[in-house]
């Protein structure tokens, strides 16, 4: 299955940005979801944006809608890099963010992908904001 490393973690003031990559290999499928989602220790994870490969069309939290932005690019075969750029942000974005990616084709949306369920996902990188 696919083989995904986040990067680009780290501390930043309130009101500040970030911009997460993820590379992701081993995408033999011609389309995949992606998404970026984020954890607190002791709270359950929550999805933030995801991505449908096929079309590019994208579905935001709405609580990041504006400040966040998922992306993608296609480098060669068998790999995609995912961005999430994270601009004004806020205490509450303090978590471990983590890259997913589950195969997927057909007539869907990234809202679609927003909801589904990911079996691949990576180490995750943190980002801390506190002033």
């Known amino acids: 299955g696919p083989l995904v490393e986040e990067s680009g973690g780290g501390s930043v003031q309130p009101g500040g940005s970030l911009r997460l990559s993820c590379a992701a290999r081993q995408l033999t499928r011609a389309s995949y979801c992606m998404a970026w989602s984020r954890q607190v220790p002791g709270q359950e994870r929550e999805r933030v944006a995801a991505i449908y490969t096929g079309d590019g069309s994208t579905f935001h939290l709405p609580s990041v809608k504006g400040r966040f932005t998922i992306s993608q690019e296609n480098p060669e075969f068998a790999k995609r890099m995912l961005y999430l750029q994270m601009n004004n942000l806020k205490p509450d974005d303090s978590a471990t963010y983590y890259c997913?990616?589950?195969?997927?084709?057909?007539?869907?949306?990234?809202?679609?992908?927003?909801?589904?369920?990911?079996?691949?996902w990576g180490q995750g990188t943190q980002v801390t904001v506190s002033s």
């Open positions: 997913e990616a589950e195969p997927f084709s057909g007539d869907i949306s990234g809202r679609d992908c927003f909801l589904t369920f990911f079996s691949h």
